[in-house]
């Protein structure tokens, strides 16, 4: 059986409607934990290009982070029952290796929204944020690209917007067994079937300018 390839039609992006969700760049996720992607410095260096390109052309920034109360009364059965503690108390509020990673590039226009879950809308005023600006399109960048950049995707999916993942501006770590560049490429194959088109930094950063020039030219 051939593999069923989602077809391209032309890239088109109002950067006037566009948000780029930029999922945990924490200081755990990025490096130096057990948490962080083995390229983190790569994709965070990739995430600032397409971030400061698209708030250059009109969009919106999101930056999200894990983010749980130190009394552990928000964490949930899910991750209480199977994330260690000590791997919950990297991103708990408070903990130096919680905030956002000092290289990221930030802007006092961004948004920074925490968030209780793996998904950047449960439990978030994410969607009525996006909705208020007239939003409709979404560029999803972060770490990690098969927990919670993937949840941001579908989440934005079902929710009916335009989903974007930047494949080089994700990055992910080893789990249960499976390499970082295997589950990679599987979260970005089955997100590109249904739920997202998958991008590469260069591809939104050529666009978005593109598009903004056109835009205010009419």
Not at 12 to 19: K, L, N
Not at 35 to 64: K, Y
Not at 190 to 216: K, Q, Y
Request: charged share 25%; aromatic share 4%.
């Amino acid at each position: 059986m051939s593999d069923l390839v989602p077809p391209r039609s032309e890239l088109v992006i109002d950067p006037t409607r566009t948000a780029v969700v930029n999922v945990d760049v924490q200081r755990c996720f990025v490096e130096n934990t057990p948490l962080a992607a083995p390229d983190g410095p790569d994709v965070l260096r990739r995430i600032n290009e397409l971030v400061g390109a698209c708030r250059a052309a009109g969009a919106l920034v999101v930056h999200t982070r894990s983010w749980m109360r130190p009394d552990r009364t928000d964490v949930g059965a899910v991750m209480d029952r199977l994330v260690p503690p000590f791997i919950v108390a990297l991103y708990t509020a408070g903990a130096e290796s919680a905030e956002l990673h000092p290289d990221l590039d930030v802007d006092e226009r961004d948004i920074v929204l925490d968030k209780p879950r793996y998904g950047a809308f449960h439990a978030t005023e994410l969607e009525l944020v996006l909705r208020h600006r007239g939003i409709d399109t979404v560029i999803v960048t972060g770490i990690a690209t098969s927990i919670c950049c993937e949840t941001t995707a579908r989440e934005a999916a079902v929710r009916d917007f335009h989903v974007l993942f930047a494949d080089d501006a994700t990055g992910t770590q080893d789990m249960a067994g499976v390499d970082a560049a295997t589950l990679h490429r599987a979260t970005c194959a089955s997100l590109s079937m249904v739920f997202a088109r998958i991008v590469s930094t260069d591809e939104v950063i050529r666009t978005v300018s593109d598009d903004a020039r056109a835009l205010a030219a009419r």
